[in-house]
């Protein structure tokens, strides 16, 4: 499975028996029950990047239940395996650690036996739970091995199929609390210079936080059908990326007709439909690929995908053409706005909005400090034509060179600084509208990069 290598028989006898070898020791030096994981994954091959995450989330799982003392891992060409010394009761693990194995679909690849402390497995049979099922016929397991009630390939497909659903789930769940995260993180941001945010509505007399709240609510399910479709993407002949973006056209206009009806009409987070519906599926196709989810990854992806569609776009718009305030700076200036940040793949948020945020945790700052910082280097330098279009392009770099100027003397600007901007943008209807959906990437991208609490688990891996 995924192109690993498989195992020998002999090598899979020598991995069971050094496991109980292992095992023996353990209980001699501890005296405490173990736990032995491992899964259940037909044929030779017993690796790959879906089985290893399979094996990592069971192992996540039985930790947290069981609170072990001791683990110890190996990960080798004849599968993954933990042992875990866990001290308690033989029977209350075994209890545990069926409900786990029979949580949901994956829980069924989960092999998790309880070893006593006098080295004898505690049975199914001794907490009076029944046998485990065959995963394709529901008989029970050791009969339909026995008898090879099932060919090989059908059970590694549905160990495969098994594999794919729960971690699309996972992976498109991931992706639509990030993206939702991020636009409440967003719009909570205070003091924005013109924008909504919890203290004021800025220029914006239509909206306030309680509109943007309901907008994001909405948008939540889209986000979700966004990875989902970037997680099938790779599956199907290695579809290229810009063919991905021509599938999340028709999810965008129905989450844009979600979003309407959730703020009364009112478009809070159209920009944010597009930029952060490429993200999400770049998070799904990246996720389905195996590989990781770095923020650099995820916005190379999205500039492949957006870069043709972009391109053609842009190539069919002329002055006499333009219909939309963008349209029109285009075929006019030049400007691209979110599209060129997009089909770049967001260079102002790589080179500005998230080394300023980071920069500005790594200083002390707050979430909500930090979010307003990056806000505002984003203002500095990215071509937003949402607010070009309020303020007008020679007012716009004028702005900008304003703004540059106060970051070069002060990189973290405070409260003061930002209500007084906020004060001027409103009093001259300048909404930094752009600035704000690469804000929305900025944290999303930025929430990747936070690390799990460490444990105090002593631990092994060979």
Same mark, same amino acid.
Request: aromatic share 4%; net charge negative; with cysteine.
């Given at each position: ?7 020998t028989?002999?090598q899979?006898?020598d991995?069971?028996?050094a ?10 030096q ?11 994954i037909?044929g030779?091959v017993?690796?790959?990047a ?18 072990p003392?001791r ?7 004849t ?13 209350a ?13 994956l829980g069924?690849l989960f ?13 199914r049979?001794?907490?009076?739970s029944?046998?485990?099922r065959?995963l ?8 339909c ?6 060919g090989?390939?059908?059970?590694v497909?549905?160990?495969r ?14 992706a ?9 993180l ?8 013109g ?5 004021n509505?800025g ?9 943007? +709240? ?9 986000f ?6 970037g997680?099938?993407?790779?599956g199907e002949a290695?579809a290229?990326?810009d063919?991905l ?6 999810p ?6 979600? +979003?309407?009806q ?11 439909i597009y ?6 599926a770049a998070f799904?196709r ?18 492949e +995908?957006?870069r043709?569609s972009?391109?053609r776009?842009?190539?069919r ?11 029109k700076?285009?075929?006019l ?11 770049d793949?967001f260079?102002s948020?790589?080179?500005f909005g ?5 920069a ?5 700052r ?8 990056a806000?505002?280097?984003?203002i500095?330098h ?7 279009a309020?303020?007008g392009?020679?007012a716009h770099?004028r ?7 106060a970051?070069?003397l002060n990189?973290y ?12 943008f409103?009093a ?15 944290l ?13 688990v002593?631990s092994?891996?060979t």
């Open positions: 499975m995924d192109g690993e290598m498989a195992a028989l002999g899979l006898l991995a069971r028996e496991r109980e070898v292992r095992q023996r020791a353990l209980l001699a501890y005296g405490h029950p173990l736990v032995s994981f491992t899964l259940n037909a030779p017993k690796t790959g879906l089985i290893e995450r399979a094996f990592d989330e069971g192992l996540r799982l039985i930790a947290a239940r069981c609170v003392m683990v110890e891992e190996c990960r080798a060409v599968g993954y395996e933990a042992l875990l010394v866990v001290p308690g009761d033989a029977l693990l075994k209890r545990c650690s069926l409900r786990i194995e029979e949580a949901d679909e069924r092999d998790i036996d309880v070893v006593d402390t006098s080295g004898d497995k505690v049975s049979a001794a907490v009076g029944p046998e485990r065959c394709l016929c529901g008989e029970p397991a050791h009969a091995a026995r008898s090879r009630a099932h090989l390939e059908a059970v497909a549905r160990t199929k098994i594999l794919h659903a729960h971690f699309a789930r996972r992976t498109a769940d991931r639509a609390e990030l993206a939702t995260r991020a636009l409440l967003e719009v909570c941001a205070a003091p924005k210079p924008l909504v945010d919890r203290l509505s220029t914006h007399r239509d909206m306030n936080i309680f509109t943007f +709240m309901q907008s994001a609510a909405a948008l939540t399910p889209y979700r059908d966004c990875s989902l479709k997680w099938a993407s790779v290695c290229p990326p063919a973006l021509d599938r999340l056209v028709e965008g206009l129905r989450a844009e007709e979600a +979003m309407l959730a703020t009364g009409g009112v478009n809070t987070h159209k920009g944010a930029s952060l519906g490429i993200l999400c799904g990246i996720g389905a690929a195996g590989l990781d989810p770095t923020p650099e990854a995820l916005c190379a992806l999205c500039g +995908m957006a043709p972009v391109e776009t842009l190539t718009i002329a002055p006499e053409t333009a219909s939309t305030a963008g349209e700076l285009y075929a200036h030049g400007l691209r706005g979110v599209r060129g940040e997009v089909a793949g260079p948020v790589r080179s998230l080394p300023a945020f980071s500005a945790r790594a200083a002390g707050s979430l909500n400090d930090a979010a307003t910082i806000l505002i280097h984003l500095a990215a071509e937003d034509t949402v607010l070009i309020r303020a392009i020679e770099a702005l900008q060179t304003e703004l540059r100027r970051l070069a990189p600007p405070d409260a003061t600084f930002l209500t007084a901007l906020d004060r001027d409103t001259r209807n300048l909404s930094p509208g752009g600035a704000a959906d690469l804000l929305a990437v900025t999303m991208l930025a929430s990747l990069a936070e690390s799990d609490a460490g444990s105090n002593e092994a891996r």
